[in-house]
């Protein structure tokens, strides 16, 4: 079965163009910038569209779709998200898919103490909030403060710089 992640929202029309203005979900724009293709869910049923031009202007990105072009036509992708196959996802060592560490198990000193619920876009980095038995505890995703990330067994484990992050008692 194929899993889709996505990569950006379709924000706005510049219809005399034939574009659609793109939020993008990631700082790495070679996401949106290497692809041919990408996919769009219309209720439940998720859809091949290919990508005529990728433009940037002035710090935001648009796309061009092949054979989309009026704005009629591109009124459908208005707040869309833009699909890709999570195997066409290039990431460079120490990066990883949000949706993947959602759900992964927390570690301190090999003492479980939460699981990942979300991860938070704040302007300095992202934070991933771990529940805890009655709590949230806070954990800025910078790469010092882990020790691994073992996504495909669903673990983290903190580095002794965390410590000041969680409280044992």
Same mark, same amino acid.
């Given at each position: 079965?194929? %899993? ?25 724009? $070679?996401?949106?910038?290497? $692809? ?12 091949? @569209?290919?990508?005529? %031009? ?29 699909? @890709?196959?999570?195997? $066409? ?42 529940? $805890? ?37």
């Amino acid at each position: 079965m194929n %899993e889709f992640v996505a990569i950006a929202v379709v924000t706005s029309i510049a219809a005399k163009d034939g574009l659609l203005k793109l939020k993008l979900f990631s700082e790495d724009k $070679q996401q949106i910038l290497n $692809q041919d293709f990408v996919y769009f869910d219309f209720f439940g049923n998720i859809r091949k @569209i290919l990508i005529e %031009e990728v433009v940037s202007r002035s710090g935001s990105y648009f796309v061009k779709l092949k054979n989309f072009a009026e704005e009629r036509e591109l009124e459908v992708f208005l707040n869309k998200e833009v699909l @890709i196959l999570k195997d $066409q996802i290039m990431l460079d060592k120490n990066s990883y898919l949000i949706s993947d560490l959602i759900g992964c198990k927390v570690y301190f000193r090999k003492k479980y103490i939460g699981e990942v619920e979300n991860v938070l876009d704040v302007p300095m980095n992202y934070v991933l909030e771990v529940r $805890q038995s009655d709590k949230y505890l806070m954990i800025p995703f910078v790469l010092k403060f882990f020790d691994s990330i073992d996504i495909e067994k669903r673990k983290i484990y903190l580095s002794k710089e965390s410590r000041f992050l969680y409280d044992e008692n």
